[in-house]
């Protein structure tokens, strides 16, 4: 069975600083992966998605993520955080017969001044 | 394109009582999901379809059921509320090597 796992259920940084989400997968067939976002009251928004092209993955608002299949990851990265960039982010993958899409247990990033 | 669309928005219900959460895309995607969302697991798998006339039960099923009729519908019936199905719940669809579209979500209080 395929399986998503998220480091730290909460993350702080200062405004500026590095982003650095982590996410670790695990499936039987080549994955296909995604970040999604999700702001206060609010449906899920696709920032980014992986699909075997190119390992390294930008997507909107200056995040972008790498496949790692030799550590099987797919971490979440943005060089500066901003104030806009506080919600919760959630790790997927689908892959395995039936096609479920798996979801971690999601990360809320806080944004200090 | 209007997307996924779900209703309502929020719902309180007694326990007991029976509902049923309504989604609809107009994409002509052929799978759909349902979720559902409580802090601190993420979302969960609830049932879903890889088309019209297939269902299959994902990772907490109980107490939900559904049909997909047509390719365009996938409601959830909840057959008798209890207060652990107090939650979110999401709607979704998808082809097999897109994204996930996702509605806007229906806020469910059982009490």
């Known amino acids: 069975a395929q399986s998503v796992t998220q480091l730290g259920s909460h993350v702080s940084v200062s405004e500026g600083a590095l982003v650095l989400l982590r996410c670790n997968y695990s499936?039987?067939?080549?994955?296909?992966l995604f970040w999604y976002v999700q702001y206060p009251n609010q449906g899920l928004q696709l920032l980014l998605k992986y699909t075997s092209a190119a390992t390294l993955v930008k997507g909107i608002n200056g995040f972008e993520a790498e496949f790692k299949k030799s550590e099987t990851s797919f971490h979440l990265t943005k060089p500066s955080a901003h104030m806009s960039d506080a919600a919760e982010y959630f790790c997927a993958v689908s892959g395995t017969a039936g096609n479920k899409l798996t979801f971690g247990g999601g990360t809320r990033v806080l944004v200090k001044p | 394109n209007a997307g996924v669309t779900q209703t309502p928005k929020f719902q309180v219900l007694k326990t007991g009582q029976s509902m049923t959460l309504q989604c609809a895309q107009d994409m002509n995607h052929e799978y759909m999901s349902w979720y559902r969302q409580d802090p601190g697991m993420g979302l969960r798998l609830i049932h879903y379809s890889v088309g019209a006339g297939i269902t299959d039960q994902g990772e907490v099923p109980n107490g939900y059921n559904v049909s997909r009729s047509t390719t365009e519908d996938f409601p959830l019936r909840l057959l008798s509320a209890a207060p652990s199905q107090t939650s979110v719940y999401f709607c979704?669809?998808?082809?097999?090597?897109?994204?996930?579209?996702f509605g806007q979500g229906t806020r469910l209080t059982v009490v």
């Open positions: 499936s039987s067939v080549p994955p296909y």
């Open positions: 979704a669809s998808r082809t097999e090597s897109t994204e996930a579209f």
